[in-house]
């Protein structure tokens, strides 16, 4: 099992201590980095500036939000991340949700997942040195009258060198997503995921894969949660309330929340709805306060090794290849910290022998 960090408390500022996360991460033996893409900070600039600093550390997109480039650009910026890196970049594509698509972007949020499947497919194209032309519901290449061109367009082939193995992943909790996933990914990024729950995620993914013809096993799966080192579980649970009642009720609206729709499908259906109804009436604390415990739990790596290296089997038993850790501490020297703990548990957990 290998293990990924993200950028995601970073959102913000403070690139010195990114750098060092990242020179971090590669020395300890970290696979890879992975940027996040909300309302923030892009998800492709702060890539190029790290893997100008770095040798062997991997890096993601996590995520491209779909719809948000032209297939085209993000084919183009895959291409320069991967040739800038030596090799070392993966594209990780995701379909946010109509609150970010719409709300920040001004594009309207419809049919997801063949939007995801058009950006897939025509990337694979470029990537391939194909000349690409493409005909679908939400591209049209070259863009021709019927469709609101001007009929000059010209099919055209990148003139970047060709990189048909460049690994694109998706970002998928719902069924059919999951199962696109499997169809055309090399990759899944997952989160509200609990182990003892695998099922709800792999099995639409190995589907898409067996309809596709592909050899499932050649999938990473990448998911996992936040590692708090601690003699309190319960006392760190509670400190991370909060974010996941922000998942349940404020990622997204009331008829799209996909974190509130995987947790439900796991077992916490009543919870999750009840959650989300207390937040989106503004009741926020009360929204907080009904965040069942052992679900922060089971999403996260909280307790002393013996309970962290015991998820970890747990997570390797699912069938998880890569697990992505938030890591939890005050400064940086304790994420650092923890990271050091984390990889020497993994090594010994991927040195045990296979169980399910």
């Known amino acids: 099992m290998k293990v990924a960090v993200g950028l995601h408390r970073y959102a913000i500022e403070d690139w010195p201590e990114v750098t060092s996360l990242a020179l971090e991460s590669e020395r300890l033996g970290v696979d890879s980095l992975w940027s996040a893409e909300a309302w923030a900070h892009d998800g492709a600039t702060p890539l190029a500036y790290l893997i100008a600093k770095t040798t062997k550390l991997r890096f993601g997109t996590g995520i491209l939000q779909v719809g948000t480039r032209s297939p085209a650009l993000v084919a183009m910026t895959a291409m320069t991340l991967d040739s800038m890196s ?79 193995n460049l690994p694109i992943y998706v970002a998928s909790l719902g069924p059919k997503n999951l199962e696109l996933t499997g169809e055309l990914a090399d990759g899944w990024l997952g989160t509200s995921f609990l182990p003892e729950h695998a099922a709800q995620f792999i099995d639409p993914i190995r589907e898409g894969a067996r309809k596709a013809g592909r050899d499932f096993s050649k999938i990473d799966i990448a998911v996992g949660g936040t590692v708090w080192f601690t003699s309190d579980v319960e006392k760190a649970a509670e400190t991370l309330r909060p974010g996941l009642a922000f998942s349940l009720g404020a990622m997204g609206s009331k008829q799209h929340n996909f974190y509130n729709n995987a947790y439900s499908r796991q077992g916490y259906a009543d919870e999750a709805k009840e959650v989300q109804r207390l937040w989106l009436a503004g009741k926020r604390d009360e929204a907080r306060a009904r965040v069942p ?4 739990i089971g ?57 399910r």
Not at 109 to 127: L, S, Y
Not at 293 to 296: C, M, P, Q, R
Request: net charge neutral; glycine share 14%; charged share 25%.
């Open 86 to 164: 030596g090799g070392r970049f993966m594209l990780g594509l995701g379909t946010s949700g109509p609150q970010v698509i719409e709300g920040w972007h001004g594009i309207p949020f419809r049919k997801p997942i063949q939007h995801t499947r058009e950006v897939i497919e025509i990337c694979r194209r470029v990537f391939n040195g194909e000349t690409v032309s493409y005909d679908g519901e939400f591209y049209h290449l070259p863009l021709d009258q019927q469709h609101g061109g001007s009929g000059e367009g010209k099919a055209l082939r990148s003139g970047a060198p060709a990189t048909p």
């Open 293 to 296: 415990l052992d679900l922060i």
């Open 299 to 355: 999403t996260n790596l909280i307790g002393d090794e013996a309970i962290v290296k015991q998820r970890l089997r747990d997570y390797r038993a699912a069938g998880v290849t890569t697990f992505r850790s938030g890591l939890h501490g005050d400064t940086f020297g304790e994420r650092m910290d923890s990271l050091g703990r984390l990889m020497d548990l993994v090594r010994e957990v991927s040195m045990e022998p296979a169980r």
